[in-house]
């Protein structure tokens, strides 16, 4: 028990700080005309208000951390088998932390705009629908996914031709030396629930990256070519990203199902190398690639194609430019939820950050809303129940 309390600490720690770091670095590779949520002209990205802007809000950041690193380190000490229960909450109370450091600032960034009267080129919705704003499914990088699927119909099979050699009670858990702790009684749904579950993931994931792929682009309306480079290049990178760690978590999950079957059982040490090295792997390159490739793709410099020009020169001119109060912004709740009844998209790219949102003028962005959050809910109560349970 000790044992875990201590590896769920370092486990708590690393995530406190590399999710930290990266939130706290999150207004610099945010794209260089968007200022928490709040579109400017790029010209104005190193005005000395904007620069103190960005500065306060990754100090604040950094502060709420060591608050919680503190916390982390205090319950470990003095409650070390609520460590398990941490790691699972900590990362909450972080984002909670983040909108209390993020809102103020997109009130400033407001005012700021408001009271230099900055204004920037318009467009009437988030950007644009054109079809050539997003790639087609045909350069997605099936190859990642193909796998994926190809392991999990491989290790069913494999599953198939040593069922009437396992044994009628299963081993399907052990502890952190490996030692046998939970068992079932044989059946096909006990020996393909492991890969079946691991097709799902490989569904989800490939799902979510078609939305991303799908996603209405942010376009700078300063260089319209060449930001629509940069997205057509941080799509096809952030899809490689995306699928490496599908396939990864894969292997690890029929890795564990092989044990099930006992095709091999590793020593303790592999099994926690395996599970931190994929845990950091998982964390390590989404990280340094959003801080390298910035939001969409922002600092990257891919070469402007044919197609980048065509999809620039259909972006429609308007001859007025509303009031800067009254320019996209007003689509962008806090500016981080995306409002618009005229836009019939779904997906967007957010403002700040570098995840995806939603439409929530459309109905159904509403369904994924009860849904994400009811599943949400309930695997953080049934986690919960389950470890106060153990305990």
């Not at 709740?333 to 929530?360: A, C, H, K, Q, S």
Request: aromatic share 14%; charged share 15%; net charge positive.
């Amino acid at each position: 028990m000790a044992e875990m309390a201590l590896i769920f600490y370092v486990i708590n720690l690393s995530v406190l700080i590399l999710t930290g770091v990266l939130l706290a670095a999150m207004p610099y590779y945010t794209g260089k005309s968007l200022l928490f949520g709040v579109r400017i002209p790029q010209i104005h990205k190193n005005h000395p208000a904007v620069i103190v802007l960005k500065r306060n809000f990754s100090l604040l950041i950094g502060l709420f951390v060591m608050i919680l690193m503190a916390a982390v380190t205090f319950q470990y000490l003095f409650a070390p088998k609520w460590s398990i229960f941490t790691s699972v909450f900590a990362p909450f109370a972080l984002v909670f932390f983040q909108i209390i450091a993020y809102v103020p600032s997109w009130k400033k960034a407001r005012k700021l705009k408001k009271e230099n009267q900055w204004v920037v080129s318009f467009v009437g919705s988030a950007d644009t629908n054109m079809a050539l704003s997003r790639q087609t499914f045909s350069r997605m990088p099936w190859y990642w996914y193909i796998s994926g699927f190809a392991l999990c119909i491989i290790f069913i099979l494999i599953s198939f031709m040593v069922y009437p050699k396992i044994p009628e009670t299963m081993v399907t858990h052990w502890n952190a030396r490996m030692q046998p702790d939970d068992w079932s009684q044989k059946s096909y749904l006990s020996v393909l629930s492991i890969p079946m579950i691991a097709m799902g993931m490989n569904v989800i994931m490939l799902f979510s990256n078609m939305m991303v792929w799908r996603m209405k682009l942010q376009v700078n309306q300063e260089n319209p070519a060449l930001s629509f480079a940069q997205h057509r290049k941080y799509r096809l990178l952030l899809s490689h990203v995306l699928g490496l760690i599908n396939l990864l978590f894969c292997v690890l999950l029929l890795f564990f199902g092989g044990m099930t079957l006992e095709l091999w059982l590793p020593d303790s040490n592999t099994v926690w190398a395996l599970i931190i090295g994929t845990t950091a792997v998982s964390i390590l390159i989404p990280v340094a690639f959003s801080i390298w490739a910035g939001q969409a793709g922002n600092k990257l410099k891919p070469k402007v194609l044919p197609e980048d020009e065509r999809s620039a020169g259909l972006i429609p001119k308007n001859t007025t430019v509303p009031k800067p109060s009254f320019q996209d912004d007003r689509y962008w709740i806090l500016g981080m939820f995306y409002y618009n009844r005229e836009d019939p998209t779904l997906f967007v790219e957010d403002r700040f950050g570098t995840n995806g949102g939603l439409n929530y003028a459309r109905p159904m962005a509403w369904v994924f809303v009860v849904l994400i959050a009811g599943l949400t809910i309930a695997t953080l109560v049934l986690t919960t129940v389950i470890m106060i349970n153990q305990m």
